[in-house]
Structure formats: structure tokens, C-alpha cells
């Protein structure tokens, strides 16, 4: 790996796929999840407040073509050219019936300036119908599935009421990419219950699935949630990192990580108001300038310590 780039950044990713500048813009599509609808249980994830995620464009009164729309005029100003990623973030957005889907994912893709798609879901809610029609739309648009991997340990997936196992996360995704279509994982570090070795160990089998596009978040303890009350009443049962110990935990990971992988986020950016702990006032791009710096002064890069 070059010197210059101790790892896999995102915007080098995309470039491999658009000659031009794009941006993904979040969608509120009004879906919801299985272990929220009573499916699978009620409540969801302990650590889910989904004001998280919706920046203000983002309301289930406005179709999916508003939405993009307003975040059209949201980011246009920097870069008039800009050309646009739909990204149905907001719950589990492969959770409806096959039409519902298709007419949504469609609609965003018939809007102006919309070069493509990422989706973001669970590694339960991805039945073979859905991904005969995905490997077909990828044949004609950028496509990038996003699986909710959280941990790989299956005692901390119950803990937080993820709903389903590791086993069925690896499946998932191996069904997902031998459709050929690009497949990231989203992961969060520092769950309760897991100490530092757990989460390096994490980064290893992380390693061992066929992912494109990885992000690794801290975990925020956000107010409303079944983990704030959790927290409240056994703070013991929690190891909140500051800002230098979770840089450093950030850096042993990506150097357990397969050089193939593209790192595209450290940090989840919830609204200030929202959060309860750690505050750290830090922006993505800073706290990843943070671990550029750190990375190069210490001869560290992403694969350094992977073993195949």
C-alpha cells in the first residue's frame, strides 16, 4: 500500500465508478423493521433512535423524489455539478413486498441527477426474490447493499436485540455479492459486553467475508433508547471510549483488516441534542484527519497485521 494512503478511503472507491463528484443523499422511505413490527420483536435495537439518522429533508410524508430533491438543493451549492447516490437509510429498507420495493428504488432512480443506489438493511430481510431483481438493476446502475453487521459475536446480537445471528449475516452477504453486486457492512464498536480483544477479533472475521465497503462506528448511547435506560441503571456494564483511546482501538482494527476492504466512516455523527455519551464535538473529517496523522507517524496501514 502506498505511504500516502494508509487506507482504503471512500472517495477513492467512488471514483473507481463516476468520472465526477457524487454525494449520497439519505432517504426516509417509511419503512420500518421486524423486530419493531412484532415479527421478530418489538422495540428494536436497544442503541436505535432513528432521529438519528434523518437529516431534516428527511420525512415519511414526502416521496422518495421530494426527498431527494430538497437534499439536491441542500448540497448543490458547493458543487453545482454534483451528481447524487439515493441512500435508503432510515430503518430496514429491503422490508416490504417486492413491488413496494420496486416502485420505490425506481422512483429514485428516475430522478434527476440520481447515478444510483445504496440500501441499507438487515442480513434477515434479503430473500432470493429481491436479489434476482437487485442483480438485474445492477446491471444497469450503480449498486452498493449495506447489511447492518453491528458485532460478530451472537451473545452481544441478543443483547441489543439485533434479531437475528452472525451466521445469518455471513449469509447474507455471500448470497449478496455472488449476485455480483457491491456489498458493505456497518459495524459498531464498543457494544456492552465487549472488551477490546472481542472487538479486535471482530476486525478478523470481518476480514473473512467477500465485503467491499466497511463502516465502523463508537457506540453513542442516544437518548430514548431501551441501551440509555440500560445505561442509567448499570453504567459498569459500559467502556465509553474518549476521543485518543477509540482512535487508537480505530487504528489496531484497520491494521487487522483485509487490504481490500474500503474503510468509509469512523464516526456516527448524531445530533448533539440527541446524545448522552460520549460527546466528543468532533466532525467525521476530523476525527479522520485524527487517524491519517496518527496512522502515518506511526508507520501503521490498513492490512499490516491481516493474515490470510
Known sequence: MKKEQPYNTFPAFLKKYF????????????FTCPN????????????????????????????????LNEG??????????????????????????????????????????????????????????????????????????????ESTHDETLKRINRGHTFAETVD?????????????????????????????????EISKLPLDTIKLHQLQIIKGTKMAKEYAEHPEDFHMFNVDDYMNLVIDYIQLLNPEITIERFLS???????ITPDWGLKNYEFTDRVFKKMKEIGAYQGKLFNN
Open 269 to 275: 455523527q448524531s445530533p448533539k441534542e440527541l446524545i
Open 172 to 204: 447474507a452477504i455471500y448470497r449478496t455479492k455472488q449476485r455480483g453486486i457491491l456489498t458493505g457492512g456497518h459495524v459498531i464498536l464498543g457494544l456492552p459486553g465487549e472488551d477490546k480483544n472481542q472487538i479486535l477479533s471482530q476486525a478478523i
Open 36 to 67: 419493531r413490527d412484532g415479527t421478530k420483536g418489538h422495540g428494536g435495537c436497544t442503541y436505535c433512535n432513528n432521529q438519528t439518522f434523518n437529516p431534516a429533508y428527511c420525512k415519511t410524508e414526502k416521496s422518495v423524489e421530494t426527498q
Open 72 to 149: 439536491k438543493v441542500f448540497f448543490s451549492y458547493k458543487y453545482p455539478e454534483m451528481k447524487y447516490l439515493a441512500y435508503f437509510q432510515a430503518y430496514t429498507n429491503t422490508y416490504d413486498e417486492l413491488d413496494g420495493l420496486k416502485k420505490k428504488y425506481e422512483e429514485a432512480l428516475q430522478t434527476k441527477d440520481v447515478v444510483g443506489l445504496v440500501i441499507g438493511t438487515r442480513p434477515d430481510c434479503m430473500p432470493d426474490s429481491l436479489l434476482d431483481y437487485l442483480e438485474e438493476l445492477n446491471k444497469k446502475t450503480f449498486l452498493l447493499v449495506e447489511y447492518g453487521i
Open 19 to 30: 468520472p465526477f463528484k457524487v454525494q449520497k443523499i439519505s432517504l426516509n422511505a417509511g
